[in-house]
């Protein structure tokens, strides 16, 4: 076997241990589209959708994509209680049943599925493959300036509070090892919101786990309606350096 062939055996054999999971309110429209490009990106791995009782019906047709597969599962949560609640139950319903990735993907199409493979190749070398903006290679489509200039100032602003190397600290497309979910204490990430981003990210660097960003392009959602805001943008900020002082006091005891 050659250097690609094994390359292309290793990206295979950590699909068939990859959950995706994609975190669901009101995606009705994007659900079975989403599900299928994830499907055709990375035919060996498993879904797991986690629904927030959405109104408009979301939940019934995850449920039916999940009876006719079964690489699809469904978590029901009972009420939306922000995505790093819905993520920190999907990362504890995966550990016990064995994956060794679980993968942060949107069901808006912002993530483009085809990098899902450079997403689980990058696990390679490292404890978390981040999707990054700002490296090389990555970028943003069909924003507007003000956009960006928010994006890439609040991951800037992050870093230089928290003091760490990771260029897309708000990024939301995440592959995390299991190590990586063991060492980090999910019990104690306490943000609910677009601040989990951060946090989690914050608490493997300080475990000393490895971040390795990937390049991706991050387009605006096909359809419905996002659920960010400059209201929780700026919030998020704000927790960094509640943030910063709270991890370090974890870590001395306190």
């Not at 079975?32 to 879904?47: D, E, F, L, R, T």
Request: with cysteine; aromatic share 8%.
């Amino acid at each position: 076997m050659d250097g690609c062939d094994e390359a292309a055996a290793a990206a295979a054999t950590r699909a068939e241990k990859a959950l995706v999971v994609i975190p669901t309110y009101n995606e009705a429209e994007n659900i079975v589209p989403v599900v299928g490009a994830v499907q055709a990106a990375v035919p060996g791995a498993s879904i797991l959708i986690v629904d927030d009782n959405s109104p408009d019906g979301t939940g019934a047709i995850a449920d039916q994509l999940s009876a006719g597969n079964a690489r699809v599962s469904v978590l029901h949560r009972p009420a939306k209680e922000g995505l790093g609640r819905a993520y920190l139950d999907a990362f504890r319903w995966a550990l016990p049943r064995g994956y060794e990735y679980a993968i942060e993907f949107d069901a808006d199409f912002s993530h483009d599925p085809k990098r899902l493979p450079a997403m689980l190749d990058a696990m390679s070398d490292a404890d978390v493959a981040v999707g990054s903006r700002y490296v090389e290679g990555g970028g943003t489509e069909n924003w507007g300036l003000a956009r960006k200039v928010i994006s890439s100032g609040g991951s800037l602003y992050s870093r230089l509070v928290l003091g760490v190397p990771v260029r897309d600290l708000t990024s939301g497309f995440v592959c995390w090892s299991r190590r990586a979910l063991e060492e980090i204490d999910l019990d104690r990430v306490a943000s609910a919101g677009f601040a989990f981003q951060i946090e989690m990210k914050y608490r493997a660097l300080r475990k000393g786990l490895r971040i390795r960003e990937v390049p991706i392009l991050f387009v605006d959602r096909r359809a419905g309606k996002s659920k960010m805001s400059r209201r929780i943008f700026f919030e998020a900020l704000v927790r960094v350096w509640q943030l910063k002082f709270r991890v370090r006091r974890e870590q001395r005891g306190g």
